[in-house]
């Protein structure tokens, strides 16, 4: 049996993390322990991309990740939640810090800002460890590679060993695709997985 292809293009968010755990629940449901997790990703939320990477690392299929495009900041999480992990020679993977973000004139006490800058060093000291355990870098190296915002071309990816292979071909013909958009077309996604994917309200 073929694996299945999912092809990530999208933000890690909650309702593109939810539909990728959706499609494979589902899958797995028919038999499938094969997936090629195609990754292009500008980032998003730390607690989705955790999420989607000890959800992944934790099932009992095989995963294989591979960069078609750009793989950035928390986007690397889930690229390394695969134990075969590919990518084109046209890619890049781009580290940088994590922040918090204010809206409006929002005023906070020092107690309250003491608990943000403690949580930003918790969600690098998390992000730093899962790249590091993936790679051959330790995680103070993958720390000071975020401060400084650090891009890698495949080939430097790979001799950090986050790339295991440079390949341009993605999968098999005849392979099936699923494709996960945070802005897709309803009708291009299997039925249960529309809804999910509806872009959120603004407010």
């Not at 494979?24 to 607690?47: A, E, N």
């Not at 790979?158 to 099936?176: C, N, Q, R, T």
Request: charged share 20%.
């Amino acid at each position: 049996m073929k694996p299945v292809v999912i092809r990530f293009f999208a933000p890690v968010i909650d309702v593109t993390v939810n539909a990728l755990m959706s499609a494979i629940d589902q899958k797995m449901k028919q038999g499938t322990d094969k997936f090629i997790i195609l990754v292009s990703s500008p980032g998003g939320s730390v607690i989705h991309g955790l999420s989607a990477y000890n959800y992944l690392k934790g099932l009992p299929a095989s995963i294989t990740t591979h960069n078609f495009g750009s793989v950035d900041s928390i986007g690397i999480v889930l690229y390394c939640a695969g134990s075969r992990r590919l990518s084109v020679p046209q890619a890049r993977f781009l580290f940088h810090g994590v922040n918090v973000q204010f809206r409006g004139e929002q005023n906070l006490e020092e107690k309250v800002l003491e608990e943000r800058l403690k949580g930003l060093r918790v969600d690098m000291e998390n992000i730093a460890r899962v790249i590091a355990a993936n790679s051959g870098k330790n995680a103070k190296d993958i720390t000071d590679a975020m401060i400084e915002g650090t891009m890698l071309y495949p080939e430097e990816a790979k001799s950090w060993g986050l790339v295991h292979e440079i390949k341009s071909e993605l999968f098999e013909v005849g392979s099936e695709v699923i494709a996960i958009q945070s802005q897709q077309q309803p009708q291009q996604l299997p039925q249960q997985l529309q809804q999910q994917l509806q872009p959120p309200k603004k407010l």
